[in-house]
């Protein structure tokens, strides 16, 4: 399974379904992907041709799609999550912590390679 994020392409509401580009593998375009909405997601509707998408491929052509990126990833870098957190392999921050700040944890913090 490879997660990515792309370009929805095409939209077909009677299907519920979409097809998305990736502009780092030279414009690819996927088969039909199923959108799913993630629990907590208020938008009930596909994304339009243009949205930045999230997708999950299972193969070069079949995936499924969680949504238009801007609403379930946080860009403001503001975001607080309370309650259990469990990571089961490797996390991977991009981008630079701000200058004050950065990752703070508040708790009891488990795991190896910490």
């Given at each position: 399974m490879l997660p990515k994020f792309g370009i929805c392409s095409t939209a077909d509401e009677?299907?519920?379904?979409?097809?998305?580009?990736?502009?780092?593998?030279?414009?690819?375009?996927?088969?039909d992907l199923p959108v799913v909405f993630p629990a907590g997601i208020l938008r009930k509707t596909l994304p339009k041709p243009g949205?930045?998408?999230?997708?999950l491929m299972f193969d070069r052509s079949n995936g499924v799609c969680?949504?238009?990126?801007?609403?379930?990833v946080n860009t403001d870098g503001d975001a607080?999550?309370?309650?259990?957190l469990t990571i089961?392999?490797?996390?991977?921050?991009?981008?630079?912590?701000?200058?004050?700040?950065?990752?703070?944890a508040v708790?009891?913090?488990?795991?190896?390679n910490i």
């Open positions: 009677a299907s519920g379904t979409i097809t998305a580009t990736f502009p780092d593998r030279e414009d690819f375009v996927t088969g949205d930045e998408v999230f997708v969680f949504g238009v990126t801007s609403e379930f607080e999550m309370t309650g259990t089961d392999g490797n996390l991977k921050i991009l981008g630079a912590p701000p200058e004050t700040g950065g990752i703070k708790g009891e913090i488990k795991g190896s």
